[in-house]
């Protein structure tokens, strides 16, 4: 998995050197306006930021990478491991990627220029995917019994600057902790919080991601008997008033060989892009995303989310325009 995300950081160096990422943009990737015909005509090579690297970000940037590839136009596409959410939104703005996977409530926060974000943010949406599941587990050893009971132990709260780390944080403070004060706090990535959940070094884990997610499928498989999932939806009602993005869900018990289904709060992700993306560009990469679906879903089974009918659910996120065009070609009689 490190060779892997060796190569796709590696291949993002590449695709950064050919489109003028890092802060400038290639004219081949800034809408010049004009009618949208879903036509690239100039080479053109775009960044794709996702998450850790045994997420389902991770796994299906990867995946949508190969098959904008494989579709055999103009445009290709590389995916690096990162952060996630916030942070993938800052680099997208930067000019450092122009594919960004983002949690809903991530999303939401930077076009109206709150919590992690101090002022509106210039991006838009491709399409409404798969949903992320907050996936809350503790070592039975640690004795913890509700988010409450975190109290001065060793938690993951994720990578800084992703989606996990900011539901972690909104978790925390709806069941009266303070999260810089009350845990201690681990800002880890999903394979060193996996490995410090078997070591015993960490008490409890915070992730926000899709099913499965593969270092939870990891850890449930070597530990199965060590750990256990804990329902946090009483804590809803609080994650509401913070954002209305929230929503209760269920882990089914075959995600992870469960004993039973696990009574969870799921927020929505989005694919986002800046809202100056060529609009042919938008275009071609959101037809990808559902002519390609059977082949992502090969990848992960959070694939089987994307739908039509659930794409155009991104607000307050506007889709762009690039993507209403290839939406309204794929909703449009055969």
């Known amino acids: ?122 991006i838009q949406a491709l399409a409404r995917i798969h949903t992320n599941y907050t996936q809350v587990i503790v070592r039975k050893a640690a004795g913890i019994k509700d988010v409450a009971g975190m109290k001065g132990k060793r938690v993951s709260t994720g990578s800084p600057k992703s989606g996990t780390e900011v539901i972690a944080k909104r978790v925390l403070t709806a069941a009266g902790l303070d999260p810089d004060k009350d845990v201690q706090a681990q800002r880890l990535d999903l394979v060193k919080t996996v490995d410090g959940m078997k070591d015993g ?30 329902d946090i939806t009483g804590l809803l009602p609080e994650l509401q008033k913070i954002n209305p993005v929230y929503e209760t869900g269920s882990i089914p018990a075959a995600t992870y060989k469960t004993p039973a289904d696990v009574a969870t709060v799921v927020v929505p992700n989005f694919l986002l892009v800046r809202e100056n993306l060529d609009a042919n560009v938008a275009c071609v990469l959101t037809k990808t995303l559902f002519d390609r679906k059977p082949q992502l879903e090969q990848a992960n089974a959070a694939a089987k989310q994307i739908t039509l009918d659930q794409a155009r659910k991104t607000d307050p996120v506007v889709l762009h325009r690039g993507a209403v065009t290839a939406l309204d070609g794929l909703n449009a009689p055969k």
């Open 1 to 122: 998995m490190r060779k892997a995300f060796a190569l796709a950081a590696a291949g993002t160096l590449t695709a950064a050197a050919l489109t003028g990422c890092g802060g400038k943009q290639d004219a081949a990737t800034v809408d010049a306006g004009g009618d949208v015909t879903c036509e690239v005509a100039k080479d053109t090579r775009v960044g794709i930021a996702t998450g850790n690297a045994t997420g389902v970000y991770f796994a299906l940037g990867n995946a949508y990478a190969e098959q904008i590839a494989a579709t055999g136009g103009k445009v290709k596409a590389t995916a690096a491991e990162t952060g996630a959410s916030v942070q993938n939104i800052q680099q997208l703005v930067g000019g450092e990627f122009d594919v960004a996977f983002s949690l809903a409530d991530s999303a939401a926060d930077a076009v109206n220029g709150t919590n992690s974000f101090t002022a509106k943010q210039p």
């Open 201 to 230: 070094s960490i008490d409890a884990l915070f992730w926000s991601g899709g099913l499965p997610t593969p270092g939870i499928t990891d850890l449930l498989t070597t530990s199965a008997d060590e750990v256990e999932f804990l």
